[in-house]
């Protein structure tokens, strides 16, 4: 059997982790070519911008190898990049409404039409632009456990976790969100609203 | 991949991810894992290798008013070094030992800036202002859009006169170039003149010379804006006391304007860093908190642990409501080390 190719084992997280630690580039690159269609689509989903999502990949990226020491368990990279990536993407979306407010940012709705990829069915199209256009009023950190909750379909405690705060804190932003969701529904189903 | 039947309606949202795109952020992760000078050299080989070749002409220095209309290698009166990709519109509207403006017009520029203290260093293009303290990094402009990528150093991106992001080696930003129109209560525009420049000189190849440049009247009532940007220029040419007084002149005479908050916080810093003043610090940090914008927040709250263990105050209170609220920041250490 000398013409079997064998492919090669794939690196465990902890053990690139462990080396990136100590500075090995080839290590992060790895990581990196492993992640980073992850943390793009989390910073996509979120922010629902693709001009925002080389920045917050590469911030991300770079905080995370630079933290590598405070991670104390090498094995659990993917989490720890998530809510990197995560908080990144509230503070984007944080910094985007201020300079809209200041107006000193166009205020650019989501470009609904790149939203979604060319096999979505036709009404998952319909109501994934149609919250996203809502979610465009909603404070960043609402609108993201929204998303996390109702989309990605995270538990509360994983939620808690990717964003870095409290199960209760969690919880009060849901409700919030929620409440502005059906809100925002209710008044455009109104006639006369478009 | 998830099966299609069990595919949820977030898994559409996709993004575009080409290889070319991988390997443009790959890069700029790269370079902040680089030690500084390495770093640098890496952009330009990176950027000489995306852009095809660099035309080097026999390096002439650009003077006030040149027009780079070309691919080229060129130094500045101040001795920094500037080079244009193929298609670049740029002109020089200061070009003096202690202030050099250039505005970009469109296509990429790569500067390796000298360091020196007192001079002024900005690239404009459209409504924004990339300031610039001695550094490498690269402006790219397309269309109505610009990209910053600090290669080395530190440096300032402005619309107008407010700071929108301070960028330190491995960092970039983009956004617009142009500001939308502001329903404001004052404006942001500084008043420019023409005026012709007597004699016309011969042109090299690459960049011609320009009939005219732009000087400034000097502004009537002072605003917001204004006692901003004269704060920002003090911080950049190295006066930190006088940048501390304007910081806090701002947020005394204009305690309800929007840049009154991120005022309090650069007075923040400057005091405790800069002028070694815990108290005024804590006290500015006091109104930065209590009138910031959220994004500052984390960075205000990390320095109010340092200024309280400066002071000699209890900053252990503090310190666990930072690391409790912001268990992965980048700060942590920071904080954890200024009070143990």
Same mark, same amino acid.
């Given at each position: 059997?000398?013409?079997?190719?064998?492919?090669?084992?794939?690196?465990?997280?902890?053990?690139?982790?462990?080396?990136?630690?100590r500075?090995?580039?080839?290590?992060?690159?790895? *990581?990196?070519?492993?992640?980073?269609a992850?943390?793009?689509?989390?910073? $996509?989903?979120?922010?629902?911008h693709?001009?925002? *999502?080389?920045?917050?990949?590469?911030?991300?990226?770079?905080?995370? $190898?630079?933290?590598?020491?405070r991670?104390?368990?090498?094995?659990?990279?993917?989490?720890?990049?998530?809510?990197?990536?995560?908080?990144?993407?509230?503070?984007?979306?944080?910094?985007?409404?201020?300079?809209?407010?200041?107006?000193?940012?166009?205020?650019?709705?989501?470009?609904?039409?790149?939203?979604?990829?060319?096999?979505?069915?036709?009404?998952?199209?319909?109501?994934?632009?149609?919250?996203?256009?809502?979610?465009?009023?909603f404070?960043?950190?609402?609108?993201?456990?929204?998303?996390?909750?109702?989309?990605?379909?995270?538990? *509360?405690?994983?939620?808690?976790?990717?964003?870095?705060?409290?199960?209760?804190?969690?919880?009060?932003?849901?409700?919030?969100?929620?409440?502005?969701?059906?809100?925002?529904?209710?008044?455009?189903?109104?006639?006369?609203?478009? | 991949?998830?099966?299609?039947?069990?595919?949820?309606?977030i898994?559409h949202?996709?993004?575009?991810?080409?290889?070319?795109?991988?390997?443009?952020?790959?890069?700029?992760?790269?370079?902040?894992?680089?030690?500084?000078?390495? /770093?640098?050299?890496?952009?330009?080989a990176?950027?000489?290798?995306a852009?095809?070749?660099?035309r080097?002409?026999?390096?002439? =220095?650009?003077?006030?008013?040149?027009?780079?209309?070309?691919?080229?290698?060129?130094?500045?009166?101040?001795?920094?070094?500037?080079?244009?990709?193929?298609?670049?519109?740029? /002109?020089?509207?200061?070009?003096?030992?202690?202030?050099?403006?250039?505005?970009?017009?469109?296509?990429?520029?790569?500067?390796?800036?000298?360091?020196?203290?007192?001079?002024?260093?900005?690239?404009?293009?459209?409504?924004?202002?990339?300031?610039?303290?001695?550094?490498?990094?690269?402006?790219?402009?397309?269309?109505?859009?610009?990209?910053?990528?600090?290669?080395?150093?530190?440096?300032?991106?402005?619309?107008?006169?407010?700071?929108?992001?301070?960028?330190?080696?491995?960092?970039?930003?983009?956004?617009?170039?142009?500001a939308?129109?502001?329903?404001?209560?004052?404006?942001?525009?500084?008043?420019?003149?023409?005026?012709?420049?007597?004699?016309?000189?011969?042109?090299?190849?690459?960049?011609e010379?320009?009939?005219?440049r732009?000087? /400034?009247?000097?502004?009537?009532?002072?605003?917001?804006?204004?006692?901003?940007? /004269?704060?920002?220029?003090?911080?950049?040419?190295?006066?930190?006391?006088?940048?501390?007084d304007?910081?806090?002149?701002?947020?005394?005479?204009?305690?309800?304007?929007?840049?009154?908050?991120?005022?309090?916080?650069?007075?923040?810093?400057?005091?405790?860093?800069?002028?070694?003043?815990?108290?005024?610090?804590?006290?500015?940090?006091?109104?930065?908190?209590?009138?910031?914008?959220?994004?500052?927040?984390?960075? =205000?709250?990390?320095?109010?642990v340092?200024?309280?263990?400066?002071?000699?105050?209890?900053?252990?209170?503090?310190?666990?409501?930072?690391?409790?609220?912001?268990?992965?920041?980048?700060?942590?250490?920071?904080?954890?080390?200024?009070c143990?």
């Amino acid at each position: 059997m000398d013409n079997v190719v064998r492919l090669q084992d794939r690196v465990d997280d902890g053990e690139l982790v462990q080396r990136a630690q100590r500075g090995d580039l080839d290590a992060k690159r790895q *990581l990196f070519q492993r992640y980073v269609a992850l943390a793009s689509a989390i910073a $996509f989903r979120l922010t629902g911008h693709d001009s925002d *999502l080389e920045d917050i990949v590469q911030d991300s990226f770079i905080a995370a $190898f630079a933290g590598l020491d405070r991670l104390a368990e090498p094995a659990a990279f993917r989490g720890w990049l998530a809510s990197i990536v995560t908080r990144t993407a509230i503070a984007t979306l944080r910094k985007r409404k201020l300079l809209s407010r200041l107006g000193l940012l166009r205020r650019e709705p989501v470009q609904l039409e790149l939203l979604t990829g060319p096999g979505a069915p036709a009404d998952v199209v319909t109501e994934l632009r149609a919250v996203y256009a809502a979610l465009e009023s909603f404070p960043a950190e609402e609108r993201v456990t929204l998303l996390l909750r109702r989309y990605d379909q995270l538990s *509360l405690e994983q939620i808690a976790e990717q964003t870095g705060t409290s199960l209760a804190t969690v919880k009060r932003r849901l409700v919030r969100a929620e409440a502005r969701l059906h809100k925002h529904f209710a008044t455009s189903d109104k006639p006369g609203k478009p | 991949m998830r099966p299609a039947a069990k595919r949820r309606p977030i898994d559409h949202v996709t993004p575009r991810l080409g290889n070319e795109r991988v390997e443009r952020m790959w890069s700029v992760v790269e370079q902040a894992q680089q030690p500084s000078r390495r /770093r640098w050299m890496y952009v330009a080989a990176a950027a000489a290798i995306a852009l095809g070749v660099w035309r080097t002409w026999p390096s002439p =220095a650009l003077t006030s008013g040149d027009v780079v209309s070309a691919a080229t290698a060129v130094s500045l009166p101040d001795g920094s070094e500037l080079r244009t990709a193929e298609a670049t519109e740029l /002109r020089v509207v200061h070009a003096e030992p202690e202030e050099v403006e250039l505005a970009l017009t469109q296509g990429r520029l790569q500067l390796d800036v000298s360091h020196r203290t007192r001079r002024r260093f900005a690239v404009r293009v459209g409504d924004l202002t990339v300031l610039v303290r001695g550094t490498a990094f690269t402006v790219e402009a397309k269309a109505q859009d610009v990209r910053v990528q600090v290669a080395r150093g530190l440096v300032e991106v402005r619309m107008r006169q407010v700071v929108l992001a301070s960028l330190s080696a491995g960092q970039s930003w983009s956004g617009p170039a142009v500001a939308p129109p502001v329903e404001a209560e004052e404006s942001f525009e500084e008043p420019v003149q023409a005026v012709a420049t007597p004699e016309p000189t011969p042109s090299t190849p690459g960049h011609e010379r320009r009939p005219a440049r732009r000087v /400034r009247e000097k502004p009537a009532p002072e605003t917001a804006a204004m006692l901003l940007e /004269r704060a920002n220029d003090a911080r950049l040419a190295g006066d930190a006391r006088a940048a501390a007084d304007l910081y806090q002149e701002l947020r005394t005479r204009f305690p309800r304007d929007p840049r009154a908050g991120l005022s309090a916080f650069e007075l923040a810093r400057i005091s405790l860093h800069a002028l070694h003043d815990p108290q005024r610090a804590l006290a500015a940090l006091q109104f930065a908190l209590a009138h910031g914008h959220g994004f500052a927040r984390e960075d =205000a709250e990390a320095l109010e642990v340092e200024a309280l263990a400066l002071a000699k105050q209890d900053c252990g209170a503090a310190r666990d409501r930072f690391l409790g609220a912001y268990p992965n920041s980048a700060q942590r250490t920071r904080v954890a080390r200024a009070c143990p």
